[in-house]
């Protein structure tokens, strides 16, 4: 038998988490599968579980001093647009506008996980907690280069979400925490890259993934950000490739643009460090990271063009 409880405001879920170190359960999506029993047995949990799925406090979304804060427990359903019939939870606050400002690497991210059913359960902030570097929506946090919130009864803290991310299931989250939020910090960028490389469109784990945001000003290319999943143990961010973008891309010219697309590709290659598994092998991974890289850079070109 396992022990549950199910705090009716965050105040009393930290007591709990303090007292207990309880697993802080939301979607169960993550959870239910890395402690699946055999078949026709409950899970086999080693701690309590503290259901935070109903927290209104987790279940918000509003956007503060330009900054989008998007509460640990929204679903990927609310996150792609599609509400999937689910009924908002009392008391929590749902900005309208900030729902409208989610950047469009991030609901499409979001659109790409699972199956409806599975979209309107999972939650941001489980996917940060199992930290699996093929979550997509890690790769577009990462690109939005967000800030984690964590609270306990000592207070608060932010952490950037590359260093939250310590490695496959392993992150820094203390054990009388919880993740909050998610913000992502202003200015929100103007351009957006995703896709998602799996055996199918739908309900498939990545092989691989790129999300990649930028803003486009007077047809040069600012915070520009690069982040590739599935490629290596955390979720890879280009940094010298992004910066080569920056650089480099205004008024590119065809023939320079196929140079900057080689030098890219000769950044990234050191950073991927793919493995083979039941999913894929190595070498195509490391070929289709660097094909997504450059249909990224095209799509960048194109918008650079026209701003």
């Known amino acids: 038998m396992v022990e549950a409880f199910k705090p009716t405001s965050l105040a009393e879920a930290l007591e709990i988490r303090s007292d207990t170190h309880a697993i802080p359960f939301a979607g169960g999506t993550d959870l239910m599968v890395r402690f699946r ?16 799925d109903s927290l209104p406090e987790l279940n918000t979304i509003r956007i503060l001093d330009g900054a989008l804060i998007i509460g640990a427990s929204l679903t990927f359903s609310v996150l792609a647009g599609d509400h999937g019939g689910a009924g908002p939870i009392p008391g929590a606050a749902i900005d309208a506008r900030a729902l409208a400002a989610i ?92 896709r998602k490389v799996g055996t199918r469109r739908t309900n498939a784990l990545t092989k691989v993934s790129l999300a990649a945001g930028a803003s486009v000003r007077d047809g040069g290319v600012e915070r520009c950000s690069l982040a590739f999943g599935a490629v290596g143990p955390r979720v890879v961010r280009a940094r010298e490739a992004e910066n080569l973008l920056q650089a480099r891309l205004p008024l590119a010219r065809e023939m320079e643009s196929r140079e900057i697309v080689a030098e890219a590709a000769r950044l990234l290659s050191p950073l991927i460090m793919p493995i083979d598994d039941q999913r894929s092998t190595a070498r195509y991974r490391g070929a289709v990271a660097l094909n997504l890289m450059g249909d990224a850079i095209a799509s960048l070109i194109a918008r650079s063009e026209s701003a």
């Open 103 to 194: 950047p469009a690497v991030l609901k499409a991210a979001a659109a790409a996980v699972g199956a409806p059913a599975l979209r309107n359960r999972a939650t941001i902030g489980g996917n940060l907690a199992n930290a699996s570097p093929a979550g997509d929506g890690l790769a577009a946090l990462y690109a939005l280069r967000a800030e984690i919130v964590l609270t306990s009864l000592d207070g608060e803290r932010g952490v950037p979400v590359e260093e939250f991310i310590l490695g496959p299931g392993e992150t820094d989250l203390e054990e009388d925490e919880i993740i909050r939020a998610i913000r992502i910090p202003a200015p929100l960028p103007d351009w957006a890259y995703w």
């Open 37 to 52: 029993a055999r078949d026709g047995m409950a899970p086999s949990f080693k701690l309590p579980i503290l259901f935070v």
